[in-house]
């Protein structure tokens, strides 16, 4: 089996982590870094928003069952692209919308799909989704892997976390393990 390696930043990776562990096709998520100038950053030097790291996910896929292009597609709807530095409660730059694309292929379908996406009319205002090569990408302390699935019962992911998985259930219920 062949897999290839995406990597987003959509807002907060607890709640992004938990969207893309449930889709078919997804081997593993790892909650990370990446975007920034300091190596092996810790998240409170992250959340300092002095780093210019992201909070990010490096999801390893198999393209024979889900495909790059689905994996955007998941990406754009569960997050608000168009909010520079900010997804809900979360503001700073490290909750920045941006793909880091690992080679031609995803850096030509991302700069499509955005396109696509900014052309239909779904949102009313510009995206604000930045597009950028892959340089580093440092995986988060171990507390912050498996957030959700550790922690479902705990406030912030019942009231934050858990829609944003009810709303991939409803839109994707087909690509959901």
């Given amino acids: 089996m062949s ?3 995406a990597t987003f930043a959509n807002g907060c ?15 593993s998520v790892k909650s990370g870094y990446t975007g920034g100038t300091l190596p092996n950053p810790t998240y409170d030097q992250v959340c300092s928003g002095e780093t210019g790291h992201a909070e990010a996910l490096q999801i390893e896929f198999d393209p024979e069952i889900i495909s790059y292009q689905t994996l955007l597609d998941v990406f754009w709807h569960t997050h608000n692209p168009t909010t520079l530095n900010r997804q809900g409660n979360d503001v700073g730059t490290q909750y920045r919308s941006e793909i880091f694309y ?11 799909s955005k396109k696509s996406l900014q052309k239909s009319g779904e949102f009313s205002d510009p995206i604000v989704t ?5 340089e580093e990408f440092y995986a988060a302390e171990g507390y912050h892997q498996n957030y959700y699935n550790r922690n479902g019962y705990a406030p912030y992911c019942q009231f934050v976390i858990s ?3 009810h709303k991939l259930l409803e839109k994707y219920g087909d690509k959901v393990k």
């Fill in 130 to 134: 930045k597009i950028e090569k892959l």
């Fill in 163 to 165: 829609p944003k998985v």
């Fill in 13 to 27: 990776f607890w709640c992004t982590e938990a969207i893309f562990q449930r889709l078919k096709g997804v081997l």
């Fill in 102 to 112: 690992a080679d031609d292929e995803q850096k030509k379908l991302a700069e499509e």
């Fill in 3 to 5: 897999t290839q390696i």
